[in-house]
């Protein structure tokens, strides 16, 4: 994979976490932090993993857990502010799959909170924490959040 522009947005290079070796692919988008981007980021991931080493099941866990982690960075971010926008990262190597959606920053770090079965909200991460392998903040000065799923 490579750094892709969509729509006219800005790619970014990316720097990797210390087990994505060089074999690793990888690919970066920005997207304006805007509902109607949330589509865009699910096409973008599916497209970014066709032909890779994920079987489909795994590819629709990483693609639903890109589609929450940047739900959450248009809601809970000021990604979602008048001209805000989001970095999408996915990484692949022999043996995991990473997927990064880093924000502008928020009043919080990401966390699964309780939610009462007839909130409409709530439930994002604690999706990403049931069809992913692992998953947590981006950390080290960066607004955001990770989840990985292993191969």
């Given at each position: 994979?490579?750094?892709?522009?969509?729509?006219?947005?800005?790619?970014?290079?990316?720097?990797?976490?210390?087990?994505?070796?060089?074999?690793?692919?990888?690919?970066?988008v920005d997207f304006l932090g805007i509902p109607?981007?949330?589509?865009?980021?699910?096409?973008?991931?599916?497209?970014?993993?066709?032909?890779?080493?994920?079987?489909?099941?795994?590819?629709?866990?990483?693609?639903?857990?890109?589609?929450?982690?940047?739900?959450?960075?248009?809601?809970?971010?000021?990604?979602?502010?008048?001209?805000?926008?989001?970095?999408?990262?996915?990484?692949?190597?022999?043996?995991?799959?990473?997927?990064?959606?880093?924000?502008?920053?928020?009043?919080?770090?990401?966390?699964?909170?309780?939610?009462?079965?007839?909130?409409?909200?709530?439930?994002?991460?604690?999706?990403?924490?049931?069809?992913?392998?692992?998953?947590?903040?981006?950390?080290?000065?960066?607004?955001?959040?990770?989840?990985?799923?292993?191969?």
């Amino acid at each position: 994979m490579s750094s892709t522009s969509l729509n006219g947005s800005a790619a970014r290079s990316l720097g990797r976490p210390a087990y994505f070796g060089a074999s690793s692919d990888s690919a970066s988008v920005d997207f304006l932090g805007i509902p109607d981007s949330v589509a865009l980021v699910r096409q973008w991931t599916r497209q970014a993993l066709t032909g890779g080493v994920l079987t489909e099941g795994e590819r629709d866990d990483v693609v639903l857990a890109a589609s929450e982690l940047a739900t959450n960075a248009i809601h809970h971010s000021a990604s979602g502010l008048p001209g805000g926008v989001f970095a999408v990262r996915l990484q692949m190597s022999d043996v995991a799959v990473r997927i990064e959606v880093e924000d502008q920053g928020g009043p919080g770090t990401p966390q699964t909170r309780p939610g009462h079965h007839w909130s409409e909200g709530g439930r994002g991460l604690v999706l990403v924490a049931a069809v992913m392998d692992a998953w947590g903040p981006l950390g080290h000065g960066s607004c955001g959040a990770w989840a990985e799923v292993h191969t």
